[in-house]
């Protein structure tokens, strides 16, 4: 992460991507059980060779300044750890590494956009099953909570998929 244009990309998308969440996303009433997140496309933008305990340090400082707006203690702080933490788990899976450096930033322009719509919905899917087993820990209803996480998981996987293809791209790439 020493490339000064990665690190200007990934403040832009933090502070795009919470403002949006913050902001829009959160004030909107998407068809009662969807709640969609784009604010972890953040965690999942950065550099391939960033280091866990750094990834793990920025995902829990986001999820803090979500939790600190939407007023629930610890349950997005919780799930953007638990995608730092399983993000090199989920790029192994994916097994793309003999392909990008270490300064590229995951994407559909740099890896493809078939890999990216993989790499999203896994990622995607870890955090929101783990965020609403959170939130119904008390009162767990097994239908309407998981509703919820397919719902909001699909709304949520467009919406990154959409801000990426949104996103202003450097001249080279790995998809071309």
Not at 2 to 22: E, G, H, K
Not at 99 to 126: E, N, Q
Not at 159 to 175: H, K, N, Q, T
Request: aromatic letters at 12%; one cysteine or more; proline letters at 4%.
């Amino acid at each position: 992460m020493n490339n000064t244009a990665n690190l200007i990309s990934l403040f832009v998308i933090l502070l795009v991507s919470l403002l949006l969440q913050v902001v829009v996303i959160d004030n909107i009433d998407f068809l009662g059980p969807c709640n969609p997140f784009l604010y972890i496309v953040f965690i999942m933008a950065v550099p391939f060779g960033c280091s866990q305990i750094s990834l793990m340090l920025m995902a829990a400082a986001v999820g803090f300044v979500v939790d600190m707006v939407s007023d629930t203690p610890g349950m997005h702080m919780a799930s953007c750890v638990l995608i730092a933490f399983v993000r090199q788990y989920v790029l192994r899976l994916l097994a793309f590494r003999s392909a990008y450096k270490d300064d590229d930033m995951p994407g559909a322009s740099t890896c493809g956009s078939l890999w990216f719509f993989k790499y999203t919905l896994i990622m995607v899917s870890v955090h929101h099953v783990a965020l609403f087993l959170i939130e119904q820990f008390d009162s767990f209803y097994l239908w309407p909570t998981l509703l919820r996480i397919v719902l909001s998981i699909v709304a949520s996987s467009a919406l990154i998929v959409f801000f990426d293809m949104a996103r202003p791209r450097s001249a080279g790439s790995l998809a071309d």
